[in-house]
């Protein structure tokens, strides 16, 4: 900046000084103009995406996986006792079983982080489909599990290892697939994009369960219509075999469709503007809403520099201006030397590394995504601990006890329908909820109803399911009820709002690290859940083999999870989610972080 002009040194100095200025002004103008135009495409893509509809091919593009992960996840409530009857001669060994179930989950783990690392690093899109086909690989590699020659080969190392690497698969669905659909959403609609994502899981359990009676009905006249689990040899044994890999094959196909639609779909313009690549936002948001990129503002785009701007009385220079009649051009021009907007997310922060440290660290965000991962866990430890327990908790609650006189059939076709009725109706039925209330009620306060109703859910089966199992069947239809009842608030509440606030709180620059490190969160307190029903003994012979013992005493200890996480829900996570105009917050509102939202 020139404050003044030493009379001393002579004219020519002072010309020369003046010319260098103007150039310097001449690039600050031109810097000005660029700044300012990615900034009208900013908001031009930002108001386009919001004048959309509901995103029904957005949702079903990154939704669709979710379908196909719980097809694969809930189908192994029934393949586990078929594989129990074909190789260990009527019952799994328990570790063989534990083992089986739990195994996707470290790898679902892994998933969670790193593609939420490399949607961050490279693009939502490069690597999305990509987790798609690792889960084909899982499944392929899950059916042709074989022990080889005389044994030659384990097939349970192989079942194992093939379930691992399912589980990668779907961690890197989940959490790339909810950054998508909320950097692709209208805020009108965002909540509701995501809570519709989340319907497609216990879809995809009812058509596990609709898929395995079908070619289980296959033999209803056959070979297992009359053999008892332990009896089974021949053609009974190579039935099921057949069956068990029919079952967790037919995942192969919705992963197919969701392959393609995953492949074909456009970056987000959100990360390439946090990238510094406006013009590629463009070119993607055209793609996106099938419009020409002309339609936007272009990079030529006239700009006038005179007009007010968004920016502090400091920010501007002092006007320059001299006697000579270089300078008096000069003089003419008002410089601002920085140019900002409301958004934090506007600017690419300096460093990938400071810019993760300030945020998290010195605007305190770390406390916002310690307790969104802390939810998750203490939501995910019951939900996934009981629903992998399906078998056991459903002759529970229909007084069905495997009598030895059943056959195969009856035992596999009334797993079937019993786990139809207790568990995808009352997912439903809590996402139908959700769907409806997530804008009126908002994420925090369907987050803390849902814990709540957790917590009471859960003392009421602990104190009851004792009594109403010893009563026969005339206690049936009220513990299908309430465990119908404690499935709806899992899925109304926290299940769902701790899939949709990491996607909406944090910004652009760490939404696939958030979104990941959260799911993760919750896929370490599914496999502590499972392990924990599976070796816990309450007293002497109360554990997982007498159910209506060993189920009333794990609701009552589950209960403090849901305390728990009502106590952070309600402390910790933003709750603030419209404008001061009232308005629904977008992601850039969001972004500004902790502190920055504080001071507004």
Request: net charge neutral; glycine share 8%; aromatic share 12%.
């Amino acid at each position: 900046m020139i404050t003044h002009v030493d009379p001393t040194r002579g004219s020519e100095y002072v010309v020369r000084i003046t010319h260098d200025f103007t150039i310097h002004l001449a690039q600050e103008e031109h810097v000005l103009k660029a700044s300012k135009a990615d900034h009208l495409r900013r908001q031009y893509t930002y108001h386009e995406i919001d004048l959309r509809d509901f995103g029904y091919q957005v949702v079903f593009a990154t939704g669709a996986g979710l379908f196909s992960d719980a097809y694969s996840l809930f189908s192994m409530t029934i393949v586990a006792p078929i594989l129990g009857i074909v190789y260990y001669g009527g019952t799994m060994p328990r570790h063989y079983e534990i083992a089986l179930v739990i195994m996707t989950f470290p790898g679902a783990l892994l998933g969670h982080i790193v593609f939420g690392i490399l949607a961050d690093r490279y693009g939502r899109r490069r690597f999305y489909g990509l987790e798609t086909v690792i889960s084909i690989m899982g499944v392929v590699g899950t059916v042709s599990a074989t022990n080889g020659v005389n044994g030659s080969v384990s097939m349970m190392g192989w079942l194992l290892s093939w379930r691992f690497i399912l589980g990668i698969g779907m961690g890197g669905s989940l959490s790339t697939g909810a950054v998508i659909c909320a950097e692709f959403a209208p805020s009108r609609f965002r909540g509701k994009m995501l809570v519709a994502q989340l319907v497609l899981q216990p879809l995809g359990q009812l058509v596990a369960m609709l898929v395995s009676l079908a070619l289980i009905a296959r033999h209803r006249n056959g070979e297992l219509s009359e053999v008892l689990p332990t009896n089974c040899t021949g053609e009974c044994l190579q039935a099921l075999d057949s069956t068990w890999r029919w079952i967790l094959g037919v995942a192969c196909i919705p992963y197919a469709v969701v392959a393609w639609f995953r492949l074909t779909i456009p970056e987000s313009p959100r990360y390439f503007f946090d990238q510094g690549l406006p013009k590629e936002a463009m070119h993607d948001l055209s793609e996106y809403i099938g419009k020409s990129q002309s339609a936007g503002p272009s990079s030529g785009v006239e700009l006038d520099l005179q007009q007010p701007r968004t920016a502090s009385r400091s920010s501007q220079s002092s006007i320059i201006s001299s006697t000579n009649s270089a300078t008096s051009t000069v003089s003419r021009i008002s410089i601002e030397t920085s140019y900002t907007t409301n958004n934090s997310d506007s600017q690419i922060p300096e460093s990938l590394s400071k810019g993760f440290y300030r945020y998290f660290w010195s605007e305190g965000n770390l406390r916002t995504i310690v307790a969104m991962a802390l939810c998750s866990a203490f939501v995910d430890l019951p939900y996934n601990a009981l629903l992998l327990n399906t078998p056991r908790i459903m002759t529970l609650i229909w007084n069905t006890k495997e009598p030895s006189s059943a056959s195969i059939y009856s035992q596999l076709v009334q797993l079937c329908w019993q786990s139809i009725v207790a568990i995808p109706i009352g997912g439903l039925t809590g996402y139908y909820c959700a769907f409806s209330l997530i804008d009126k009620l908002g994420r925090r306060n369907v987050q803390m109803l849902g814990f709540l109703a957790l917590l009471i859910t859960f003392i009421v089966i602990g104190a009851s399911f004792n009594a109403l199992s010893k009563i026969g069947t005339s206690g049936t239809p009220a513990m299908a009820i309430i465990y119908m009842l404690c499935q709806a608030c899992f899925t109304f509440g926290p299940s769902t709002t701790t899939h949709i606030s990491p996607a909406e709180v944090f910004p652009t620059r760490y939404r696939g690290f958030s979104h990941g490190v959260t799911s993760a969160s919750g896929k370490l307190g599914s496999i502590i859940g499972l392990l924990f029903l599976s070796y816990i003994e309450y007293s002497q012979g109360i554990d997982y083999k007498v159910v209506h013992l060993w189920l009333p005493y794990s609701m009552l200890v589950f209960a403090f999870f849901p305390l728990c996480g009502l106590v952070i829900s309600a402390n910790w996570i933003p709750g603030v989610e419209y404008s001061s105009e009232g308005l629904p917050k977008t992601l850039e509102d969001w972004a500004v972080g902790r502190a920055n939202a504080e001071r507004r």
